[in-house]
């Protein structure tokens, strides 16, 4: 194929810490294939901070401005043949590139609380967007092709009919870390990463630590509210849940790596980062059994009824029983897991956007 000039919109790339959309995007950055040309579209320079260096880069607009359905525009000045974006948002009205768009999970029209983040206007706009099928299909459709980054994402996208564009799956994954070392200390701990959204559950998780008994603790990583601090600790014994309230990569992956495992309750998730982390170091998982989980953690974790409490603490007590081949059979299941292969798929999406957009026009 000819080397294309290709768009790549960094511009949910958080500035200090990354959530998991501005993670797979720099992971995907970082290892795009040196067979075309690449542009990032940011709109803070202080995004390439978290971006490799060398690359040809141009500002936009955020992408909560309120032209963002006319973005296009914009692009069309760069000169480029195509752009792809990790999110379904970015708007395609009047493009004169091939665009593909990336739909992560199918959460919100579950679970329609919107991000705590979000200003009150983009709140109520993300809730009506999420009360019918109709608009995802109108922004999917108007794409060339379309990004998921699971299976089970994939299918749920077949189910409901969401789009007419081919859709290829580019898994998340994991920046590389050190493992835990053979015959370290396993603690009594669970970890806990995410955030505090009530589909993620956390409360399950605190309330199955006094079924485990007095030793064990819970280790939350991420921010936590005042509200949030004090209702999971009324559910656990005093001391019991260690919150860390937003810890650095350092910290995380040490507590990682002495933990008997992580520990996710959620009812529903489009993928599982922190599933990855952990299994990449040698940390086995517990987990709700819901299908994303399953695909990710494979043989390798153990499984549980998220609305059950007791479940969680049988689960911890089987993954106990043969925790050094969980914890073996972890690294090999989060080797399927490589940056290098999601943003090869990820090219692979753009050059058939590309072949697809030039056979529409010639005829």
């Known amino acids: 194929m000819t ?10 790339v958080r500035i200090g810490r990354h959530d998991g959309i501005s993670r797979f995007t720099a992971g995907v950055v970082a290892h795009l294939p040196d067979r075309h040309d690449y542009t990032l579209l940011v709109h803070d320079e202080r995004q390439l901070e978290s971006l490799p260096e060398g690359l040809a880069w141009e500002l936009l607009p955020a992408p909560t401005d309120a032209g963002e359905p006319l973005v296009a525009r ?33 959460i919100y029209y579950r679970n329609r609380t919107p991000p705590r983040e979000f200003s009150w206007p983009l709140r109520l706009g993300w809730r009506a967007f999420h009360l019918s099928w109709a608009p995802q299909r109108l922004l999917l459709n108007g794409a060339d092709g379309v990004v998921t ?11 409901h009919r969401l789009t007419k564009r081919p859709v290829t799956v580019a898994y998340n994954a994991a920046d590389p870390a050190e493992r ?23 409360d399950t998780l605190a309330a199955a630590l006094p079924l485990l008994g007095a030793d064990w603790t819970l280790h939350c990583m991420s921010r936590v509210s005042d509200a949030d601090r ?4 009324r559910l656990a014994p005093a001391g019991a849940i260690v919150f860390h309230d937003g810890a650095t990569d350092d910290e995380y992956l040490s507590v990682l790596r002495s933990a008997t495992a992580l520990a996710t309750a959620s009812y529903d998730e489009g993928f599982g980062i ?4 952990a299994m990449g170091v040698g940390t086995p998982v517990v987990a709700s059994d819901i299908p994303i989980f399953r695909e990710i953690g494979g043989d390798a974790a153990e499984y549980f009824d998220p609305s059950s409490p007791s479940a969680v603490a049988a689960a911890v007590r089987r993954l106990e029983a043969r925790w050094d081949s969980a914890s073996q059979d972890s690294v090999v299941q989060a080797a399927r897991f490589r940056w ?4 090869e798929q990820v090219v692979r999406a753009v050059e058939r956007a590309v072949a697809d957009r030039g056979a529409r026009a010639r005829r």
């Not at 080397?3 to 949910?12: E, S």
């Not at 070392?181 to 806990?192: F, N, P, Q």
């Not at 922190?274 to 982390?277: A, G, S």
């Not at 290098?340 to 943003?343: G, K, L, N, Q, V």
């Open 74 to 106: 914009r692009v069309n000045r760069f000169g480029l043949d195509a752009v792809f974006s990790p999110m379904q948002t970015m708007g395609s009205r009047g493009r004169g590139y091939a665009l593909v768009l990336t739909l992560h999970d199918l």
């Open 180 to 202: 835990r070392a053979d015959g370290s200390v396993r603690e009594k701990t669970l970890v806990y990463m995410g955030s505090f959204m009530p589909y993620k559950n956390v």
């Open 3 to 12: 080397r294309l000039r290709i768009g790549i919109d960094c511009r949910y």
């Open 274 to 277: 922190p599933i990855v982390e």
């Open 340 to 343: 290098d292969d999601s943003a």
């Open 230 to 233: 004090a209702r999971l600790s």
């Open 149 to 159: 980054v699971s299976e089970t994402t994939a299918g749920l996208i077949a189910e």
